[in-house]
């Protein structure tokens, strides 16, 4: 909405607005495919000592026509995906280790319909509309954590959205929309008991976790624009009002966080945490934005585009602004194309987020946090019932709404027999970022709180940043009998926190988490080739490599009294380890039959295929254990999928 051709990127020189499809014209048309992967044709994780029974089906089918002549044009879509995806438990127990395959069962169905009534010459009306459930087992299972300690997820939502369209002129269309999405989730978990966690040796107990939610989106939306011969104008505005309500005993049975195995083994937890208060929860939020945008075509070689976009809602304070946007368009003879662009790109606070805050308020929820408490009575200490103060979280007073800067400048060239070379290099940077802050922390090197009748004071601000550096050069080219393209991106992201909820390792300095980003790979490499292959068949082969990701080395304690395990021994920053490389390559083999109709396109096809899935069973590390108190510290425990081998057929007429 609003994003038009002047975003991040800059757009292109040939910035041209959708097509309008007019109802009940057009063939019919359909497809049906289905594939499936099962144990038999997979290999056995590195990490794990088994290989557990699994299958995975895929059925998908669509119709599409004119279901009325010159009225009514539509698509019927089905979809069921069966999965039992699998994952390794390796962990380090009282009993001794253990190193196992489990898998996630999940069943997911929707019906889809869209389409388009041809009310009159210049108005149509589009819609959509969509079903989904969705069923899961042993979520949260795998690495360090127990079966035992898994949870069963079920949920559905629908959507609904109307369009209608006016071709005022040739020149002109107006437009207005609704749209309706409704959802619900419930979670809970297979064992009712305390949830015990040490650090990275394995995690047991109950989930900690029994919670439902429904969810109610309405947005109403209108736009108008005009495409001249040089000029193109473009604007619009969006109101939406989304509504939740909730009932979660998250926490309610408590947590032990143990520093390590022996920690466990003597019955000396580091801290006992456990929630309280009313589990119910309704919430609403009202947001506002619109937008300007033109076009200029001042010659054949260049264009240039300009934008405002205005964004708004309620919830928090500092709840509004405009973020100008622009970038250009500039052909450097016939076959070399330079683009730039740039602008302010704002995030609105999203429900779910505000939710989790207003919920632990202190006043309808809050948490008791015990520090080396008493095993498995917290309370009984000395045979006395001690009951802490009891934390919360808040809005901080200033929270604004968090944004990014970017810009982008980018050029493509062409060149003899369909060679075609780009680079582009891209810069952003986040402002008014979102973190969570302890202000109610012991000072370093104390014991006592600034507040001492409270607990932990978790404050919501807008006080974070980050910054990201991308060079991306790539390659494609397109010949009789072989296709290819490939790609190499060199980056460099930092930040200082690791999201909304997450704290700093001091409070009292959250700069000091400054570092690299936990989603940054300096080295990335994507390369994708096809070409005929005997027979008649499609061989397709995908190969992409990438540096490893960082992770954090925390010493498993709390050395400054905050009530947080991610304390950093002194001199390392946050995100300081690096992570194992990564290299895959994935094959597809396919071949069409077809069943009727000429040569030139139309009839009835029939492809077969088969899709390798790492195709050379590469043994892709992940990232180790940052834990100083684990045994595992610094080795691997996990692992990337092995090799499958998926088979499937489509059906299109």
Do not use: C
Not at 420 to 431: E, H, L, S
Not at 524 to 536: D, I, L, Y
């Amino acid at each position: 909405f609003g994003g038009g051709g002047f975003g991040g990127g800059g757009g292109g020189g040939n910035n041209r607005f959708e097509v309008i499809q007019r109802g009940g014209v057009g063939d019919y048309h359909g497809n049906f495919s289905f594939d499936f992967r099962d144990e038999s044709l997979t290999a056995r994780n590195a990490f794990a000592d088994n290989k557990p029974p699994f299958q995975q089906r895929n059925i998908n089918a669509n119709v599409s026509g004119p279901f009325i002549r010159n009225f009514l044009t539509a698509s019927v879509t089905f979809n069921q995906n069966e999965e039992e995806n699998a994952d390794t438990v390796v962990a380090s127990t009282p009993t001794g280790d253990v190193s196992f395959g489990v898998v996630r069962p999940a069943v997911r169905r929707s019906y889809s319909s869209n389409g388009q009534m041809q009310l009159a010459a210049r108005h149509a009306l589009h819609f959509a509309t969509r079903y989904e459930n969705r069923t899961s087992q042993n979520n949260g299972v795998g690495n360090f954590t127990l079966p035992e300690r898994g949870w069963t997820s079920t949920g559905s939502d629908v959507f609904v959205g109307l369009r209608e369209i006016w071709s005022v002129s040739p020149k002109t269309v107006h437009e207005v929309s609704f749209s309706y999405f409704g959802g619900s989730f419930a979670g809970e978990a297979v064992t009712s008991q305390a949830t015990i966690n040490v650090l990275d040796a394995f995690r047991s107990g109950g989930a900690g976790l029994s919670n439902a939610r429904s969810i109610r989106n309405r947005t109403v939306s209108n736009l108008f624009w005009y495409e001249g011969e040089r000029l193109t104008f473009k604007t619009g505005m969006e109101l939406g009002y989304r509504a939740a309500s909730s009932t979660s005993r998250d926490g309610f049975l408590g947590e032990f966080t143990f520093s390590s195995l022996e920690d466990f083994l003597a019955g000396r937890p580091l801290t006992y945490r456990v929630t309280r208060g009313d589990p119910s929860l309704d919430v609403s939020q009202t947001e506002i934005s619109g937008f300007v945008q033109t076009d200029w075509r001042v010659n054949r070689r260049l264009t240039l585009f300009a934008g405002l976009r205005y964004e708004g809602q309620t919830n928090l304070s500092h709840n509004d602004g405009l973020d100008p946007r622009v970038a250009f368009a500039y052909a450097m003879g016939s076959s070399t194309v330079l683009r730039g662009g740039g602008g302010l790109f704002r995030q609105n606070l999203n429900l779910p987020l505000v939710q989790d805050v207003m919920r632990l308020d202190g006043t309808r929820q809050f948490e008791v946090v015990v520090s080396n408490p008493t095993y498995p009575d917290p309370f009984a200490g000395g045979g006395a019932t001690v009951v802490p103060p009891s934390s919360r979280r808040v809005f901080a007073p200033d929270l604004a709404l968090p944004y990014e800067a970017r810009a982008s400048l980018s050029v493509e060239r062409t060149m003899r027999w369909n060679l075609q070379v780009d680079a582009a290099y891209n810069v952003d940077r986040g402002v008014n970022q979102l973190r969570s802050r302890n202000v109610n922390a012991p000072a370093p090197g104390g014991t006592t709180r600034p507040l001492r009748g409270e607990g932990n004071i978790l404050q919501l601000e807008s006080t974070a940043r980050s910054r990201s550096h991308s060079l991306r050069l790539g390659i494609r080219q397109r010949l009789s009998f072989f296709n290819y393209n490939g790609s190499y991106t060199l980056s460099s992201d930092h930040n200082d926190s690791a999201g909304p909820l997450m704290l700093p390792m001091n409070s009292y300095d959250p700069e000091a988490d400054w570092g690299r980003a936990g989603f940054s790979r300096r080295h990335r490499f994507n390369f994708t080739a096809n070409s005929q292959a005997p027979f008649g068949t499609l061989f397709t082969i995908r190969g992409s490599a990438t540096s490893g990701n960082p992770y954090n080395i925390t010493t498993g304690r709390d050395d400054n009294n905050d009530q947080t395990t991610n304390d950093r021994p002194p001199g390392v920053a946050r995100n300081s380890g690096n992570g194992p490389r990564y290299f895959n390559v994935d094959m597809t083999l396919s071949k069409t039959f077809r069943l009727r109709g000429n040569a030139d396109g139309g009839g009835a096809l029939l492809n077969v295929y088969a899709n390798l899935n790492n195709a050379f069973n590469i043994v892709n590390l992940q990232n180790p254990s940052g834990v100083l108190t684990s045994s595992f510290f610094g080795i691997p425990t996990s692992a990337a999928s092995a090799r499958d081998v998926e088979l499937g057929m489509r059906f299109q007429f």
